[in-house]
């Protein structure tokens, strides 16, 4: 792509290079046009503009066609009100900053440099979907929807936003998805969690999107925002659950878990709020309940051991078809012991913004 240019030329810089070449003069070009020198002055210092007649009057004195003499002051005009906007989007470049610029552009999302205050006010604007930051702030204050109003208060809201944003953002780009179909989910349930155990962690991820989208859920993988500190969130775009996931602490175990946690949301709440992992809600709780019940039956749960114990975990996760991680994961977690196992979890990172499996070093 080419880069565009710093400065502008007007349609009476051309008028001029033509003159120039017939050896003319303004009180020349006057006469022939049948307006005044003060007018032709005002055209060629791009003071005043071409309208379509005088152009077709071009046409005619020049012999360049009056189409040329409207695309040449098109393109002016044009370039003059990019020229202003770059000028009222560098000045908003202080507000931009409360918005996570170094994430956005480690990850590829922001591609104008740190340099480029106009460019970086442009492409977050985009992202965010707004035209400057105060419809930023009352879109999410005042506006029609629902759970953005009830986030409008967080003190991370530039973070937030951002984060989810770029969720929606993916999720408007993936074209025609089906219509959500709860008893479709509900009969997924039991292959999505028999993926845990798949021997390629990172096929069974991009299996549950395909799977999830089939029932018209939108899965979305997008980094985690630094100090923004959540695993996953849940709302509904256009009569869909929207779910995604930000892998925080980057293994499988933690992956799995929110992703049923958030379909707990789906199956067991409504679709007007927005559902964050990590919020002391009801809903929370009651969605944490519903993923560590489908994951590991109370019934196996009762009897988990509680030493350190890798070969205990492992009989459990082979007897009950799921990833030793999330036995492990569960034991941790009630026992405040997690200095063990770390050798059954799984690592993620992310390339792009898409999930992959993190590498061994060496």
Not at 145 to 173: F, V
Not at 184 to 205: F, G, K, N
Not at 319 to 332: D, K, N, T, W
Not at 335 to 348: C, I, N, V
């Amino acid at each position: 792509m080419s880069a565009i240019p710093n400065y502008v030329v007007s349609t009476g810089d051309y008028i001029a290079e033509w003159m120039e070449d017939e050896g003319i003069n303004q009180a020349e070009l006057a006469r022939r046009l049948g307006t005044s020198r003060k007018h032709v002055s005002e055209l060629l210092s791009g003071k005043a503009p071409l309208s379509h007649e005088l152009a077709l009057d071009l046409e005619r004195v020049t012999g360049v066609p009056a189409r040329l003499w409207n695309l040449y002051e098109s393109g002016y005009r044009g370039d003059l009100a990019r020229r202003a906007e770059d000028e009222e989007l560098a000045s908003q470049y202080d507000r931009a900053k409360e918005f996570p610029l170094t994430y956005l552009r480690t990850y590829g999302f922001l591609t104008a440099g740190a340099r480029d205050r106009a460019g970086t006010v442009r492409q977050l604007l985009s992202i965010l979907g707004v035209a400057d930051f105060d419809a930023f702030w009352t879109t999410w204050r005042h506006g029609s929807i629902a759970y953005r109003r009830s986030a409008s208060a967080r003190h991370d809201l530039p973070k937030l936003a951002t984060w989810l944003a770029l969720a929606e953002n993916e999720a408007d780009e993936l074209g025609d998805i089906p219509p959500f179909d709860r008893t479709a989910l509900q009969r997924l349930l039991p292959d999505l969690r028999r993926l845990t155990a798949s021997a390629d962690p990172l096929d069974a991820v991009e299996t549950a999107i395909v799977r999830l989208r089939g029932v018209g859920v939108i899965l979305c993988f997008v980094p985690a925002v630094p100090g923004l500190g959540i695993h996953g969130a849940t709302r509904w775009i256009g009569g869909r659950p929207l779910i995604q996931l930000s892998l925080l602490w980057r293994t499988d175990d933690q992956l799995w878990f929110t992703l049923f946690h958030e379909l707990g949301h789906v199956l067991l709440h409504g679709d007007k709020e927005l559902y964050l992992s990590g919020e002391h809600t009801t809903a929370e709780d009651e969605a944490n309940t519903w993923a560590s019940d489908l994951l590991i039956p109370p019934t196996v749960a009762a009897n988990l051991p509680r030493g350190r114990d890798i070969a205990a975990v492992q009989a459990v996760a082979r007897e009950q078809g799921i990833a030793p991680s999330i036995v492990l994961g569960r034991i941790q977690r009630e026992t405040r012991d997690y200095a063990w196992g770390h050798a059954l979890k799984q690592k993620f990172e992310f390339a792009a913004t898409a999930p992959v499996r993190e590498r061994a070093a060496g």
